[in-house]
T-cell receptor, first 113, second 113 residues
Framework: TQLLEQSPQFLSIQEGENLTVYCNSS?????LQWYRQEPGEGPVLLVT?????EVKKLKRLTFQFGDARKDSSLHITAAQPGDTGLYLC?????????????FGGGTRLMVKP | GAGVSQSPSNKVTEKGKDVELRCDPI?????LYWYRQRLGQGLEFLIY????????KSGLPSDRFSAERTGESVSTLTIQRTQQEDSAVYLC???????????FGSGTRLTVV
């Protein structure tokens, strides 16, 4: 079983601050995804990273896949109240016969105006 | 349809009763997944359907839980003799085989009283 641990579990910051969320595992993943979930909704895919060391940017969000493909980070610059939500990382193992993802426990972010 | 549809959106049931949750995946998506999300927590895998293959039931927490899928269309998750610890949001997702990300429905919020 591949476990993904996210930290911090909770984060409350003021609008305009920067933050980083971490997703760590002892297992190697062929790819890793980040989702954001808002209250009353299902998670929505933000990005997929595939190559070790890969960095992807989505407006104020920067995603990085670790060189060893065991960890990832999400950095948000100048956070806004609209960034509030539950951020989930999810990894796909190499030996996965299907399309199965293992999800982390999530980081709940609150950005106060 | 355009997205993954789940029904009902909310369900309150008495302890000991059976409930049936429905998921309509995106047309053409071969894979379908059920997850459980307890309040404030991450996603707990329940079951995975891929085409006509035998489903991966490894995440079902007890024999009170079962799920069916008709071909590559609708799926139902049945919980028999519900218990209070079954209270959670049940999320369904679908994807193309080999595709990157999942598309989630908005979930069914189950409350067992």
């Amino acid at each position: 079983t591949q476990l993904l641990e996210q930290s911090p579990q909770f984060l409350s910051i003021q609008e305009g601050e920067n933050l980083t969320v971490y997703c760590n595992s002892s297992s190697v993943f062929s790819s890793l995804q980040w989702y954001r979930q808002e209250p009353g909704e299902g998670p929505v895919l933000l990005v997929t990273v595939v190559t070790g060391g890969e960095v992807k940017k989505l407006k104020r969000l920067t995603f990085q896949f670790g060189d060893a493909r065991k960890d990832s980070s999400l950095h948000i610059t100048a956070a806004q109240p609209g960034d509030t939500g539950l951020y989930l990382c999810a990894g796909r193992a190499w030996e996965n016969a299907g399309n199965m993802l293992t999800f982390g426990g999530g980081t709940r972010l609150m950005v106060k105006p | 349809g355009a997205g993954v549809s789940q029904s009902p959106s909310n369900k309150v049931t008495e302890k000991g009763k059976d409930v049936e949750l429905r998921c309509d995946p995106i047309s053409g998506h071969t894979a379908l997944y059920w997850y459980r999300q307890r309040l404030g927590q991450g996603l707990e895998f329940l079951i995975y359907f891929q085409g006509n293959s035998a489903p991966d039931k490894s995440g079902l927490p007890s024999d009170r839980f079962s799920a069916e899928r008709t071909g590559e269309s609708v799926s139902t998750l049945t919980i028999q003799r519900t218990q209070q610890e079954d209270s959670a949001v049940y999320l369904c997702a679908s994807s193309f085989m080999g595709a990157n990300g999942y598309t989630f429905g908005s979930g069914t919020r189950l409350t067992v009283v």
